[in-house]
């Protein structure tokens, strides 16, 4: 193959290349081209935050308005301060926000929820959100559930073959083997 | 002294590198030399690719609906198929491909210059050998394999959308939102193809290596095929590894 005809091959192979890379881009990614300089902070205090992690969504009712960008412990008080990237679109929340943190489905991933208020005031950037609602731990809810009210060590020791495998205080086996 | 010897081996290879960045100039004879190889090495690998990648996004498919069945999550499965592409198959499996399909040929060219001294001429002529021979080369190797790893992703994903959509029955719509969702531009598809650049330029310069140090005999030159695509191989899956550490965070 000679010049003009080689050149031809590799130009199309190029071009070709290039438009498989921008349709693979536009359809199979979350198209977010910028660096993140279109949003603008948050904070919210929250006494536990489950399994929230950075980078985590962001919604108002389901639908994703920014994501979480640091989570970090006051070391003071002991809260963690979750700070929220909120896209610049979305600027006029309302002062009397409320945001929580929720799991999606029974073991999806954790995001935060922020529901409007009706005050006229906004959030300024940086502002903290002041009504917050905590992750519920569903592992310890349904432990609290479970457990509530139930066995004394005494009660365990008497029904040795089921409480063998749950939760026996540490000295019952001893006592069991002889 | 095997451990001396490792070194030395170690460090004529980096200097190799380092020879060939040196004598990368953007002359006249340079593109012209570049454009021939592009054909050669990445638009000649194409069809490979594309039925690689098909294949593999098949059968990606498949096992990941296998695996998420047990959770009733097979809607799901667009999410393995792109993080899985992206990240780690595309790019390596591509280079994989490569190397077998380009980096051997790269090493046998250049091997049986050096057994019929035509590298020796070249130098005698008072022409680069390495300028001539190796760079276009190398950089049509950096450039090539990011493209046809466009080539492989866009296979497999589309295979796997036909398995997943036709065969299997998932809904169309969630396949390519829960896809969307989950890939990050940044985070998976720009990684995917710097990643893809580096195992172009570590295939391209073992491949080059070996070949341009082989023994000026014919076994030479077989020995430095064999060679070139065990080590390219062995290496770009061990930098996988340590660029996947470095360059996913979450």
């Known amino acids: 193959m000679r010049g003009p005809r080689l050149e031809f091959a590799v130009g199309a192979f190029l071009l070709l290349a290039l438009a498989s890379l921008l349709v693979l881009a536009l359809a199979s990614t979350n198209n977010k ?9 948050l904070k919210a205090r929250f006494s536990t935050i489950g399994q929230l992690r950075v980078s985590a969504p962001v919604k108002i009712g389901g639908v994703v308005v920014g994501q979480v960008s640091d989570v970090s412990l006051d070391p003071q008080k002991f809260d963690s301060i979750v700070t929220l990237s909120i896209d610049e679109r979305y600027k006029d929340l309302p002062s009397d926000t409320s945001a929580g943190i929720f799991t999606a489905g029974l073991l999806g991933e954790s995001y935060v929820g922020l529901s409007p208020g009706g005050d006229i005031e906004t959030l300024k950037p940086g502002d903290e959100i002041t009504l917050t609602q905590s992750a519920v731990d569903l592992m310890q809810l349904v432990g609290k559930y479970m457990f509530a009210g139930g066995g004394t060590p005494a009660a365990a020791n008497a029904k040795p073959a089921a409480a063998s495998t749950s939760s026996t205080p540490s000295d019952a086996p001893t006592e069991q083997t002889p | 002294m095997p451990f001396v010897a490792a070194t030395r081996a170690l460090g004529a290879a980096g200097l190799f590198a380092v020879s060939v960045l040196r004598a990368s100039k953007p ?11 592009i054909y050669k090495i990445g638009a000649r690998s194409l069809p490979i690719v594309a039925a690689g990648g098909a294949f593999v996004g098949l059968s990606v498919t498949l096992l990941g609906y296998r695996a998420l069945e ?4 097979t809607g799901q499965v667009s999410v393995l198929l792109g993080l899985g592409l992206y990240r780690e198959l595309g790019p390596v499996l591509t280079a994989l491909l490569f190397i077998g399909r380009a980096g051997s040929s790269i090493a046998a060219e250049l091997g049986l210059m050096r057994a019929t001294d035509q590298i020796t001429a070249l130098g005698l002529m008072g022409i680069d050998p390495v300028a001539k021979t190796v760079a276009p080369r190398f950089w049509a190797a950096v450039l090539c394999v990011p493209m046809l790893t466009a080539f ?3 296979l497999a994903i589309t295979a796997g959308y036909f398995e997943a959509v036709q065969v299997i029955g998932i809904d169309g719509g969630t396949f390519w939102q829960s896809m969307k969702d989950s ?3 940044h985070d998976d598809f720009l990684v995917a193809f710097i990643k893809a650049a580096i195992f172009g330029a570590i295939s391209a310069l073992v491949a080059a290596y070996v070949g341009y140090h082989a023994e000026p005999t014919i076994e030479g030159t077989s020995v ?10 062995l290496l770009v899956l061990m930098f996988n590894f340590v660029l996947s550490a470095l360059l996913f965070r979450s």
């Open chain 1, 33 to 41: 081209w910028g660096f993140g300089g279109h949003s603008y902070p």
């Open chain 2, 27 to 37: 002359t006249r004879d340079f593109f012209a030399e570049l454009t021939r190889e």
């Open chain 2, 70 to 73: 047990t959770y009733g999550a």
């Open chain 2, 152 to 154: 492989f992703v866009s």
């Open chain 2, 183 to 185: 890939v990050d531009f």
């Open chain 2, 224 to 233: 430095a095929t064999t060679r070139a695509v065990v080590n390219a191989s």
